[in-house]
Each structure stands twice: as C-alpha cells, then as structure tokens.
C-alpha cells in the first residue's frame, strides 16, 4: 500500500527532503545535514524518524552494512501532488484556477518562472463540452 500523506509530520518531512537533496545515507548523515540546515536533533531522534518513515512506507532501509542506509521511497513531487490535491479539495473544492489565481496575486516569480508558465498557458485548451459561462465550466488541460 502506498504510503498516505497525511500520515507525514513536518518533523518527518524535513528529513525527507534531506534525502532527496543529498541521496541514500547513513543515520548519522541525515544528522549532519539536518544540523546544516539549523535543527538541533539527537542522533536517536533522527533514527526515530527515520523508523517512522519505514513503517510508513516513506523510506527504505539497506541492512546489507553495519550502518544502515536510508534512501525515499516517494518522490518530491509525489508527494507534493497528493499535498496539492488534498488543499485543493479542501478549499477549493478540487478546483485548482482559483488557487493559481490566489498565487499570482500574492506571490513573486522570478522571469524563468514566468516563462515557464506562459509556456503552460500557451499549451492549455478548452475541454470539449465546456461552455463559457460557468466557472468550473472554463477549466482548462493540456493539449495531448
């Protein structure tokens, strides 16, 4: 079974990113990286973590070394997506324009962003059956 993101503490977030940053590591180097990065952590509460990620099915463990080595069983943007669908149900009731509006409203891009996005614009067409009056109506989706 898939692991459920809503299972996933910030605590435990945090050292996954880790793990995507810097690859497969022993205990002791999630540690390192986590004091790099300003958290002040015991080795044995990285471990905890680190456990807790296993039974979770976040991260796998290799026992073939003395140490074991950590490595993630989900990606970023895997589990970005479910974090983004969640939100996006939760208050947008699935419908993800409004969010995108609320975000260039609010938030800055740099120009690589924006070209980025006019990109994505540029590649949106209007589903078949969709018409222009309602809201969810003018929802958009990639061309094929």
């Known amino acids: 079974m898939p692991p459920r993101e809503s299972d996933l503490s910030e605590a435990e977030l945090e050292v996954l990113k880790v793990l995507w940053d810097e690859g497969p590591l022993m205990v002791r ?25 296993e039974h979770k099915g976040y991260v796998k463990s290799d026992k073939s070394e003395m140490a074991y080595v950590y ?4 990606s970023r943007d895997g589990v970005a997506k479910t974090r983004v669908k969640s939100f996006l149900q939760q208050l947008y009731d699935g419908s993800a324009g409004p969010l995108v509006l609320q975000l260039m409203k609010e938030e800055s891009f740099t120009e690589d962003e924006i070209t980025q996005l006019q990109a994505m614009l540029d590649n949106l067409e209007v589903k078949p059956g969709d018409d222009e009056a309602g809201s969810k109506s003018k929802r958009r989706r990639r061309k094929s």
């Open 71 to 74: 490595k993630p069983t989900i």
């Open 29 to 53: 180097d999630v540690l390192n990286c986590m004091l790099k990065r300003g958290r002040k952590l015991a080795y044995t509460t990285v471990l905890t973590f680190l456990s807790r990620l």
